[in-house]
C-alpha cells in the first residue's frame, strides 16, 4: 500500500532513481492535478492521531474523461509539468513517457469498462511510508467495496506491480488485462495491471 513502489509508474516516467527532490516535485504536482480536478471525483482519506497517513482518490464512470477546461484550469493553476520544462535534468524520454502513460490508460479503460453502465475508478491509493503495516490502507479498500456493495457497480484500478496485483486479488479484485506502457523511441516498457472487482449480486 506504499505511494513509492520499488518499480513505480512515477519512477517510470520522471526516469530518475536517486534524485529524490525532483520526484517529489513531480509527485506534488501530480497530486496537485488531482486535486485541482476534484469535481470529477472524490478524495477520502484516513488519520492516525489527527494526521493524514492515507488517502485514495475515486471517480465516478460519469467522470472520468478530462475536458480541455480541466486541463488548461489545471495548468493555470500548477503551472506545467515540472518535467516538461527545459534544462530539468529528467530523463530524456520523461514527457513521452507520461504522454504514452496519459493516452494508454484512458482508452484501455474505456475499452475494458464500456459494457458497465456504471462503475468507480480507484484512480490512486496510498499511505505514508510511516504508517505502513497498520491496517490504514485495508480501511480504505473495505471502505470502498462496501461503497460499491451498496450500490452494486464494478470496481476498476490499475497498478503497476505484481506485489500490488497480489493484494487487490486479496480484496477481491481480478486481473483482466496486463499491458506495457512504452514511449516512442523509448526501449524500457513499464507493465500496468488492469483490474475489475465485480459487482456484488
Not at 518499480?7 to 509527485?27: A, F, Q
Not at 520523461?94 to 474505456?110: E, I, W, Y
Not at 467495496?145 to 503497476?160: F, G, H, K, M, R
Request: aromatic content about 8%; charged content about 25%; glycine content about 6%.
Amino acid at each position: 500500500m506504499n505511494s513509492i513502489h520499488e518499480r513505480s509508474i512515477v519512477y517510470w516516467i520522471d526516469n530518475i532513481d536517486e534524485r529524490k527532490d525532483k520526484l517529489y516535485r513531480n509527485n506534488i504536482w501530480c497530486f496537485g492535478w488531482l486535486i485541482v480536478n476534484r469535481s470529477r471525483g472524490v478524495a477520502i482519506g484516513v488519520k492516525d492521531n489527527d494526521k493524514l497517513v492515507g488517502c485514495m482518490i475515486l471517480i465516478p464512470s460519469s467522470r472520468t474523461k478530462i475536458g480541455i477546461v480541466s486541463i488548461l484550469r489545471t495548468i493555470m493553476k500548477l503551472g506545467i509539468p515540472p518535467l516538461y520544462k527545459s534544462k530539468n535534468g529528467y530523463g530524456q524520454h520523461a514527457k513521452n513517457r507520461l504522454a504514452a502513460q496519459a493516452d494508454a490508460l484512458p482508452k484501455a479503460r474505456d475499452r475494458i469498462m464500456k459494457k458497465y453502465k456504471r462503475w468507480i475508478y480507484l484512480q490512486c491509493i496510498g499511505v505514508h511510508s510511516s504508517a505502513v503495516g497498520k491496517g490504514h490502507g485495508k480501511k480504505l479498500l473495505q471502505f470502498l467495496i462496501q461503497t460499491a456493495d451498496s450500490l452494486n457497480v464494478p470496481l476498476y484500478l490499475e497498478t503497476e506491480s505484481e506485489s500490488n496485483e497480489a493484494l487487490y486479488k486479496h480484496f477481491g479484485f481480478r486481473t483482466v488485462e496486463k499491458i506495457h506502457l512504452c514511449a516512442k523511441n523509448d526501449t524500457v516498457k513499464q507493465p500496468m495491471w488492469l483490474m475489475i472487482k465485480d459487482a456484488k449480486i
